[in-house]
């Protein structure tokens, strides 16, 4: 705890004389207004739009798995695959793998 000293008292004193106050003090009602509405509507756009690009990435993630990368390691595993089963797999894969990058990059 501060004591209450006449040096502290007089620092304390020329500290409240050098606050630069808020520019928004020196605004008008209507311009605190639009400004707080603006970065209201900007926060909310923005947490919009980044819960419905994950929504996307997961969506990306669960086809690149299920559609292309599951069934051709299955076509694998029954003996009949090829080249284009190979490439299509790879792709399944490459969907999945940058969508959980994405993923992990946005929850960090």
């Given at each position: 705890?501060?004591?209450?000293?006449?040096?502290?008292?007089?620092?304390?004193?020329?500290?409240?004389?050098?606050?630069?106050?808020?520019?928004?003090?020196?605004?008008?009602?209507?311009?605190?207004?639009?400004?707080?509405?603006?970065?209201?509507?900007?926060?909310?756009?923005?947490?919009?739009?980044?819960?419905?690009?994950?929504?996307?990435?997961?969506?990306?993630?669960?086809?690149?798995?299920?559609?292309?990368?599951?069934?051709?390691?299955?076509?694998?595993?029954?003996?009949?695959?090829g080249l284009f089963v190979l490439g299509v797999g790879l792709l399944g894969?490459?969907?999945?793998?940058?969508?959980?990058?994405?993923?992990?990059?946005?929850?960090?």
């Amino acid at each position: 705890m501060l004591e209450s000293t006449p040096t502290t008292r007089l620092l304390l004193l020329h500290f409240i004389d050098n606050i630069q106050f808020m520019p928004s003090n020196r605004l008008t009602p209507e311009e605190q207004y639009e400004i707080t509405y603006r970065a209201m509507k900007n926060a909310l756009w923005h947490v919009l739009g980044t819960s419905v690009y994950l929504v996307f990435l997961i969506f990306a993630a669960a086809i690149g798995l299920l559609t292309f990368a599951l069934p051709a390691l299955g076509s694998f595993a029954q003996g009949n695959s090829g080249l284009f089963v190979l490439g299509v797999g790879l792709l399944g894969v490459f969907i999945a793998g940058f969508a959980f990058y994405r993923i992990y990059q946005l929850l960090q």
